[in-house]
């Protein structure tokens, strides 16, 4: 009794087939009777060898009764008959015609007389079991079987259906190896691409980001340096300026007396006592403006620099509006340009007559 659904399988004869119900079986079995009827005509003669008649093996009539006897069993529920007849189809005593070899020798059986010849004899050489019993099966056709039973040849068919599934798998195997080469090839050009951009955007951010953010530095620390250096010089001018009006008189008393002289003359000693060290004061006052305004410039000209260069990186990235070689030397040129220069400052006064002749 077989059970439903039923894989066929016949690898011999090179046919994997399911059947789903017994309407699928009947179905088959009808299939496979048309088949033999085609092949009526190509049965019909006599088999003649050395001008000796041996008769006909008649394979299409008994094919056909016993496909009618399978037919009526599975209609009561019976499939004996046909396991019987798969198991002589895996001995290669009955031609499954739904199989590569049946269509093969269906294909002989279209063409000239040899190959109708060759279809003829591998037909009654493959369908043993419906020739049995007739004269030429006896007197000819067993001989034939066991040749070709014993040939090498017999045994490439002993496995059709795995070979036609190697062959099956070996073409998916490189379909999948064509299609496996093309998404790596398209992946690489994708990867060649992101690194290409990472190349570009480190040698970017090397040779201009980098900078920027260097002159952004400097620009603060030259902004946080200046402004102690305004702290210190608006300290260094309060200082005196709280001293005077806190100790007014006192400082006006010996002024007066410092500039007056022995005969109510003004003394010129008494005025450079009071000029010089005021004098020097000034020039202490002087010098830290002068590093103030000097670190005012450095941070005003390190923010400017910044902003040059991100202007420049903003146009190398702008792909609708590409900067021309007259912009980027135009930038370059004052992105590059010296620092702002410093003015030498000469020392303090040494006395008196260096004061007048300076002034």
Known sequence: MIAFPYQLTIPSQGISQNVPDSAGLVKFLQVESSFFSE?????APNIVLGNMGFGNPQVQDRASRAFNQMLKEIKEDKFQSFENYVVSARDLRVLIGQGRIGQQIKLLSNSGDTSKQQARWMTYILCA?????????????????????ANPVT?????????????????????????????????????TEVFDRLEQLYRTKLTLDEPALTWAKIAQRKTTVWAWWLAAFAILVAIPIL?????????????????????????????????VPALLYAWLLKNVSRIFIQNLNLADDAAHRRSLALTYMGLLQDEKHPASDQDRAIILNALFRPIPSQTADEGPPSGVIDLIRNK
């Open 129 to 149: 079991d419906w020739s049995d019993g007739g004269n030429a099966d006896i007197q000819l056709l067993s001989a034939f079987r066991a040749a070709f039973a």
């Open 39 to 43: 092949l009526s005509t190509l049965l």
């Open 155 to 191: 045994q490439a068919y002993g496995d059709l259906v795995s070979s036609m599934e190697a062959v099956r798998q070996a073409s998916t195997a490189v379909e999948i190896s064509e299609n496996a080469k093309r998404e790596l090839e398209e992946f690489i050009r994708q990867k």
């Open 243 to 275: 001293l005077a009006v806190a100790n007014w008189s006192a400082i006006a008393d010996a002024v007066g007396k410092l500039t007056a002289g022995a005969n109510g003359t003004f003394s010129i000693a008494g005025l450079a006592t009071i000029t």
